[in-house]
C-alpha cells in the first residue's frame, strides 16, 4: 500500500510552452502533498506544500506564478510549470502524506522528468 | 536556516564490506531523521527512520546512530551488495516554523565493486 504516482513520467516541450504533472496518491487519501525539484547529481529541494482544498505554501525564492500548484482532491495534486525556460529542466518529484496516519511518513513518488528546450 | 549536509560524497566498497555513510545537521530542533535511497531516475526509497529521543535503530542489514550532541547521523549498511549502488540521501525533518518539512542533505553516491 501507499503507492504514489507521477504523470507523465519524463515530457520534453519547447521554450515557452506550459506544463502540467500529476501527482496522485493510488490507494490512500493524502491530506499533504510536497513538490520537491531535484537538479542533476543535486539533492532534492522542497518547492511547496499543498493542502487539500487550500493554496500552496511556497518555499522561499520559488515564484508562485510560475509554479502553480492545485490539491484538488485528496488523490491528486497537480504542478504546472508556466511559460517554461531551459534552466526549468529538472527532476520533479512529488510525496504525499497518508491521511489518518502518523505525520512523519511521507510517500514518494516516481518522479518526473523535465527537459525545456 | 535547515542545513544538511554529508562529509563524504562518494564512496566505493567491495561487495561483501560494511558501509558507513554520514550526515551532519544543524537543527538542534530537528526531531526526526529518514534515510533514503535513491536510484537513478526514481524517487527516493524510505530506508529506515529514527526519532529525537533514540540514539540508535536496526533494520534489515542496516543501522542508523544519531548523535544530537554534535548534530550527527549515520547510516551503516552490512554486508553491502552490489543491488545497494545508489545515492543516500538522510533527510531532516525542522522544528519550529519548519516542523514538518523535509530538508534532504547533499546525498552520498555508494558504489559497491563486486
Known amino acids: 500500500g501507499a503507492v504514489v504516482s507521477q504523470h507523465p513520467s519524463w515530457v520534453i516541450c519547447k521554450s515557452g510552452t506550459s506544463v502540467k504533472i500529476e501527482c496522485r496518491s493510488l490507494d490512500f487519501q493524502a491530506t499533504t502533498m510536497f513538490w520537491y525539484r531535484q537538479f542533476p547529481k543535486q539533492s532534492l529541494m522542497l518547492m511547496a506544500t499543498?493542502?487539500?482544498?487550500?493554496?500552496?505554501?511556497?518555499e522561499q525564492g520559488v515564484e508562485k506564478d510560475k509554479f502553480l500548484i492545485n490539491h484538488a482532491s485528496l488523490t491528486l495534486s497537480t504542478l504546472t510549470v508556466t511559460s517554461a525556460h531551459p534552466e526549468d529542466s529538472s527532476f520533479y518529484i512529488c510525496?504525499?502524506?497518508?491521511?489518518?496516519?502518523?505525520?512523519?511518513?511521507?510517500?514518494f513518488g516516481p518522479g518526473t522528468r523535465l527537459t525545456v528546450l | 536556516g535547515e542545513s544538511v549536509g554529508l562529509h563524504l560524497p562518494t564512496l566505493s566498497v567491495q561487495e561483501g564490506d560494511n558501509s558507513i555513510i554520514n550526515c551532519a545537521y544543524s537543527?538542534?530542533?530537528?526531531?526526526?531523521f529518514i534515510w533514503y535511497k535513491q536510484e537513478s531516475g526514481k524517487g527516493p526509497q524510505f530506508i529506515i527512520d529514527?526519532?529525537?529521543?533514540?540514539d540508535k535503530r536496526q533494520g534489515q542489514r542496516v543501522t542508523v546512530l544519531l548523535n544530537k550532541t554534535v548534530k550527527h547521523l549515520s547510516l551503516q549498511i552490512a554486508a553491502t551488495q552490489p543491488g545497494d549502488s545508489a545515492v543516500y540521501f538522510c533527510a531532516v525533518r525542522g522544528g519550529g516554523t519548519s516542523y514538518g518539512k523535509l530538508t534532504f542533505g547533499q546525498g552520498t553516491i555508494l558504489t559497491v565493486h563486486p
Open positions: 499543498s493542502n487539500e482544498g487550500s493554496k500552496a505554501t511556497y
Open positions: 529514527i526519532r529525537s529521543n533514540m
Open positions: 510525496s504525499a502524506r497518508r491521511r489518518g496516519h502518523s505525520t512523519d511518513t511521507q510517500y
Open positions: 537543527n538542534s530542533a530537528s526531531d526526526y
